[in-house]
């Protein structure tokens, strides 16, 4: 029998250490890629400066900086870092989530059609004229309702409830994604195709303090529940009957987990439109670092992914004149490393059980 891919690199916290250590490494490498994020741009602002800024907000401190470098980092580019934060560290701790629960190295967020239905919602409301606030509840609403179609369809076969989530979601996916190309067909080329096209790829250009307040009560709310299953994963991630021997009935858990899931997806979506690969590649690389243990892995997943998609923001708002869509930038950087991760777990994914 093989071993689950959720448990194979378990190597990695014998490499480690002290994985609780990694973590606050990853967090002070976090903080510092945000506050580079603060300072880079157009134009540029000293990271000192910067620092002084946060600083003297909760300390008294002499004020050496124009008022003109205070507007920017506070009203613009704050809530945007702040903003590609919170979407990659849901995103990141989404796909960690599913990676234990499916036992397979390449499920990411996409995989239960949740970004589909989600995106679905979104372009409905532009297509209907809808404000931002009838954006956001749309991606809720159909990315919530496309987990309850795949959970639906995984009652068919009670016996491979796994399989059949899989093969749900990529029905609904499909299902979706050409109810979104249909929409996109009949929008109006002047008023709304540019933006549903620029949605669609993925984007935290008008990225505000409302979008803030908007994303985070549910993509914490999400990373609580996650975070509180936290060994309960590890032990969903062993296999169901493995679960059923140690007293923890899968089925329930299971879906608490997809539910959460769900929402930090949607939350994502519903304020930056659609970012893939995020969900795939973060949770490997939080892996490598302190291991397969989800009472370390989800909140290093959470960190690593929210710097991950802040200095990709970043890269994407300064290298060119105009702003290169995210969506665009982490197909370049997952692409690769999906084929790597194909190559070496080959035999883990087409051989599991």
């Known amino acids: 029998m093989t071993s689950s891919p959720a448990e194979a690199p378990s190597s990695g916290r014998h490499r480690s250490g002290m994985p609780w250590l990694t973590v606050a490494v990853i967090g002070m490498i976090t903080l510092t890629v945000c506050l580079l994020a603060l300072a880079a741009g157009r134009f540029s602002i000293p990271v000192v400066e910067v620092a002084r800024m946060l600083l003297g907000r909760v300390f008294p401190l002499e004020r050496t900086w124009y008022a003109q470098e205070a507007s920017i980092v506070f009203e613009v580019r704050l809530p945007r870092v702040v903003l590609s934060f919170l ?14 629960v499916f036992r397979n190295p390449l499920v990411s967020p996409q995989v239960l059609g949740v970004s589909a239905g989600a995106s679905f919602g979104g372009v409905l409301t532009m297509v209907l004229g809808l404000g931002s606030a009838w954006l956001v509840g749309g991606a809720f609403l159909f990315g919530l309702g496309a987990l309850g179609c ?33 929409l996109t067909y009949v929008a109006d080329p002047y008023r709304d195709l540019p933006a549903i096209t620029f949605w669609l790829l993925g984007s935290l250009a008008t990225a505000g303090w409302g979008s803030v307040l908007t994303a985070l009560p549910p993509i914490l709310l999400g990373a609580l529940a996650v975070f509180l299953l936290r060994w309960r994963l590890n032990i969903l991630s062993l296999g169901d009957d493995d679960a059923r021997a140690l007293g923890v009935p899968p089925a329930p858990y299971r879906n608490a987990a ?17 970012i893939g690969w995020v969900g795939l590649l973060v949770p490997h690389l939080a892996r490598l670092l302190v291991g397969s243990d989800n009472r370390v892995l ?56």
């Open 258 to 274: 997809l539910l959460a899931v769900a929402l930090l997806t949607a939350a994502a979506i519903s304020v930056s439109g659609v």
């Open 150 to 182: 795949v959970m639906a369809f995984s009652r068919i076969v009670s016996s491979a409830p796994l399989l059949m989530i899989v093969l749900g979601g990529v029905v609904i996916s499909a299902l979706f994604s050409a109810l979104t190309s249909l």
């Open 87 to 100: 979407v990659g560290a849901a995103l990141a701790t989404a796909g960690a989530v599913l990676q234990s």
């Open 298 to 353: 989800l909140p290093a997943s959470f960190l690593l992914g929210g710097g991950y998609l802040t200095a990709v923001d970043t890269l994407a708002r300064s290298i060119a004149s105009v702003e290169v869509p995210l969506g665009i930038l982490t197909a370049i950087i997952g692409a690769p490393f999906f084929v790597v991760l194909l190559v070496r777990f080959r035999r883990r994914v087409w051989l599991s059980d």
